[in-house]
């Protein structure tokens, strides 16, 4: 058991997907900061300077009574809230993600790329004779009977 187990996680696709999910766990903190840090600003700021993080609406206020300045504050309290902020977060975090993916995945198939197969031997040739089409290894023309050779 200990043999085949050791076959299968030697095996290329398991070592693929072991590295691949060792590289997205790296990536995505990164992919985090780039969208908390350098695309939600510019984009609260056009809005009105309006930090996404923090777009919530309270459904029951917690233990001290709302409003609350932000998530951490509601949740300190005890609200329950509906954080559509950070969801809107998360679904640009996909999207760049996603992107990443497609773009990678573009530029392998692209370094890939198969090479046309090679022209298939001809398969018939013509009697110099009759210029019937036979077979190439025949040696005699089904049609006029010469001899035309191997």
Same mark, same amino acid.
């Given at each position: 058991?200990? !043999?085949?187990? $050791?076959?299968?996680?030697?095996?290329? /696709?398991?070592? @693929? #997907? *072991? &590295?691949g999910i060792i590289i997205g766990a790296a990536? %995505?903190?990164?992919?985090?900061?780039?969208?908390? @840090?350098?695309?939600?600003?510019?984009?609260?700021?056009?809005? %009105?300077?309006?930090?996404?993080?923090?777009?919530?609406?309270? &459904? $029951?206020?917690?233990?001290?009574a709302g409003p609350y300045a932000s998530v951490?504050?509601? $949740? +300190?309290?005890? +609200?329950?809230? =509906? /954080?559509? %902020?950070?969801? =809107?977060?998360?679904? &640009?975090?996909?999207? &760049?993600?996603?992107? *990443?993916?497609?773009l990678m995945i573009k530029a392998m198939n $692209? #370094? !890939?790329?198969?090479?046309?197969?090679?022209? *298939?031997?001809?398969?018939? !040739?013509?009697?110099?004779?009759?210029?019937?089409?036979?077979?190439? !290894? +025949?040696?005699?023309?089904?049609?006029?009977?010469?001899?035309? %050779? +191997?």
């Open positions: 058991m200990l !043999k085949e187990f $050791k076959e299968f996680a030697m095996r290329g /696709n398991v070592m @693929d #997907m *072991a &590295i990536f %995505g903190p990164i992919v985090a900061s780039l969208v908390g @840090d350098v695309i939600m600003p510019p984009i609260g700021m056009l809005m %009105g300077n309006v930090d996404f993080s923090n777009l919530f609406f309270v &459904i $029951k206020d917690g233990a001290q951490a504050a509601a $949740k +300190a309290a005890g +609200a329950v809230s =509906i /954080n559509y %902020g950070l969801f =809107i977060n998360t679904i &640009i975090n996909f999207v &760049i993600v996603a992107f *990443a993916v497609f $692209k #370094m !890939k790329r198969e090479q046309p197969a090679p022209a *298939a031997d001809p398969t018939t !040739k013509e009697c110099p004779y009759c210029l019937s089409t036979i077979p190439i !290894k +025949a040696t005699k023309c089904g049609h006029c009977t010469s001899s035309v %050779g +191997a």
